[in-house]
């Protein structure tokens, strides 16, 4: 996937839409695709919070144990099938009917 197709496709996710519609499918996933899908619930919850609360206090050990969890998510990820990559995917930019 070239830059400019990844970006197009980075646009298009509404993160709130994806967090539900991956919630949902959770045990239709393998593991490692569960782990996946949680781990970006959590850090998108984390987003939200250091974003849009002004009480949030976020730490530098924080930050490398998101990164750290975001590189463990990624890997998962990687280790999916093909067919599953592209059910996340699916999940995460559409509406659910």
């Given amino acids: 996937m ?3 197709d990844w970006e197009r496709v980075y646009r298009r996710l509404d993160h709130g839409r994806a967090q539900n519609n991956l919630r949902t499918i959770l045990r239709q996933l393998s ?13 998108q919850q984390l987003r ?3 974003d849009y609360d002004s009480n949030a206090v ?4 924080d930050t490398v144990n998101s990164i750290e969890l975001a590189e463990t998510a990624i ?7 093909e067919e599953e990559r592209r059910f996340l ?7 659910r009917r």
């Fill in 58 to 61: 976020v730490t530098h050990s």
């Fill in 89 to 95: 995917a699916a999940q995460s930019l559409f509406d």
């Fill in 48 to 50: 939200q919070e250091a």
């Fill in 31 to 43: 593991r490692h695709g569960e782990n996946f899908a949680r781990t970006f619930v959590e850090l």
């Fill in 75 to 81: 890997s998962a990820f990687a280790q999916l099938s």
């Fill in 2 to 4: 070239s830059t400019q």
